[in-house]
């Protein structure tokens, strides 16, 4: 630890935040547990597309501190994208209310506080929530991202990428669950028997494992996300008439119920935008910031592809003029590789209650510049909505640490007032382009009218009553897998081996279809693999859709 005395410090702090360009206030610095309003910290605008990281326990203020960045933003006419787990920031939508306490803190902190609402869009996964429906494509979000989100094998993605390059070779539009459901049926039958073997890769056995998942996705209710009318992601570079950036704020009111779909989605958009916006390099301000929330669920459990995409996303959205914010308890929650490209990092209080924490800890403080501050000490000690920040000034180096006392929003902090979203989302602009869903003609119906033989004359599944108990989702679904494998079926739970009940009649626990040549079904699977990136659009395999880009 670097000693300096209080003076020095606070003149450090004041000369190392001092920036040419338009800047994000974030607060004022605290030196030897004094607030010195002269002392301002602030973060170039500039710098905001080389990402950055919101950490803190549970209840330190990171909420606050994503509101603040999004009004500041806004203001500067950068839209921005957040995602709204508990539904404390449809508050933004709406004017704070002054309070002397308020005053008292945003004078201390050299804050000119005016109560003031922002343009926000409400927008919620397939309905789930009062916003504007969002949906996607099975297509456009590709067999990488779907594979993550039914938490298939290696050898289970390969083979859905193979499925996926079939429906594309053949001319079937896969637009929700039903069309997918639809293709795997279709050549695990009698009639798509030679299709099936053409693929190589794609064993009876893993085809009849991605079909049930995909049942029990649609028995989650997740197969009202799927579908058209897809969201287009130019809408989240929108301005408002007055020249603020719109807030885009997806409601997600059942996260704990969906986690893997809910981060998973935000990667689609992340790389449905890097796919699709144009290079502008090192700009004077961002044109989208993304807020994730949540982070930690993005990387638990994914697979080795799924991180590299995000890393490499990460790495190279930036010249897109896209900034990325990753909010998560602790830095740990995000690998190394994603976490040494974030620039910006605002780390609220973390607790050691523990071992673990206070190792979790000094990982934590070992990451900073060095400082005069005893860092494991204020990490410990720091109040709700004071944070240790360092930033990258417009030279491209860290700044100076600085413990600082936060800004205060300017909109409501905590839920809208009620009645306030329902009417926001009446007045959207994109209400009429997305609240009905649209069931265009695609694989599932170009498949019906083909004339089928008799050995597969078993009716297409039925889609669970909505009202169906739990356990009768689940029977269906075990049923469809019976179906297809011609064996009985296992419980989830009492399966074993990586291949996540591969029938081990059909080739072994890796799903393989024949006991001999498994150097050349290896090879097979490889060569999918790469069929699958290839026809990849994006990191992830989004598909390509033409648009028109401001």
């Known amino acids: 630890m670097v000693e300096h005395d209080g003076a020095a410090q606070v003149a450090d702090i004041s000369a190392g935040y001092l920036f040419e360009g338009p800047t994000l206030h974030l607060g004022a610095a605290l030196v030897d547990g004094t607030l010195h309003a002269d002392a301002q910290v602030r973060l170039p605008l500039a710098m905001m597309n080389r990402h950055g990281l919101i950490a803190g326990a549970t209840g330190t203020g990171k909420t606050v501190t994503l509101q603040v960045f999004a009004e500041q933003l806004s203001a500067q006419g950068v839209p921005v994208f957040l995602s709204d787990i508990k539904g404390d920031l449809t508050g933004l939508s709406a004017p704070g209310t002054a309070s002397d306490r308020l005053a008292k803190r945003t004078t201390s902190v050299g804050q000119d506080w005016t109560p003031r609402a922002f343009p926000v869009e409400f927008l919620s996964l397939g309905g789930d929530g009062d916003g504007v429906p969002v949906r996607a494509t099975i297509s456009a979000f590709g067999p990488l991202l779907l594979s993550r989100v039914m938490d298939l094998n290696e050898t289970q993605e390969s083979s859905l990428q193979l499925v996926f390059h079939y429906a594309d070779r053949n001319g079937l539009e896969l637009y929700d669950l039903a069309d997918l459901r639809a293709v795997i049926r279709f050549l695990t039958s009698e009639d798509g028997r030679d299709d099936l073997e ?6 009876k056995a893993t085809a009849g494992v991605i079909l049930r998942e995909l049942v029990t996705l649609e028995a989650q209710g997740m197969g009202a996300f799927f579908g058209e009318p897809e969201f287009d992601t130019a809408d989240l570079l929108r301005t408002a008439p007055d020249g603020r950036g719109v807030i885009t704020a997806l409601e997600l009111v059942t996260v704990q119920q969906k986690p893997r779909l809910f981060s998973t989605f935000l990667m689609w958009l992340l790389a449905d935008l890097f796919a699709e916006l144009p290079e502008v390099g090192d700009v004077d301000k961002p044109r989208l910031v993304f807020f994730l929330d949540e982070a930690h669920l993005l990387f638990a459990g994914s697979s080795k592809a ?3 995409a995000i890393q490499a996303t990460v790495r190279l959205i930036r010249s897109k003029g896209v900034g990325i914010f990753f909010v998560t308890q602790t830095p740990k929650d995000i690998p190394g590789d994603v976490l040494g490209q974030l620039a910006n990092r605002i780390q609220h209080a973390q607790r050691a209650f523990t071992p673990d924490d206070a190792k979790a800890l000094r990982a934590t403080v070992s990451t900073f510049p060095v400082s005069p501050y005893d860092l494991e000490e204020v990490l410990t000690s720091a109040g709700i909505g004071e944070a240790v920040v360092t930033v990258m000034n417009e030279r491209g180096s860290p700044t100076p640490v600085a413990w600082t006392r936060l800004r205060s929003p300017e909109s409501v902090m905590g839920p809208a007032p009620e009645g306030t979203v329902p009417a926001v989302v009446a007045a959207s602009p994109l209400l009429a382009r997305y609240r009905e869903s ?26 669970p009553a909505p009202g169906a108990s739990r356990e009768a989702r689940d029977a269906e679904a075990l049923r469809i897998e019976e179906d297809i494998l011609g064996v009985p079926s296992r419980p989830r739970e009492a399966r074993g081996g990586p291949a996540q009940g591969d029938a081990q009649g059909a080739g072994g626990p890796t799903g393989r279809r024949s006991p001999v040549g498994n150097d050349m079904t290896d090879l097979a699977l490889k060569a999918a693999g790469v069929i699958g990136k290839e026809l990849a659009r994006g990191l992830f395999g989004t598909k390509h859709r033409t648009r028109r880009w401001s």
């Open 306 to 308: 799924f991180r590299e």
């Open 438 to 463: 649209i069931d265009s003609h695609s694989a599932f119906e170009k498949l019906a009218v083909r004339p089928a033989s008799r050995a597969a004359a078993a009716p297409p599944p039925e889609r």
């Open 198 to 203: 053409s693929l190589g890769g794609l064993s």
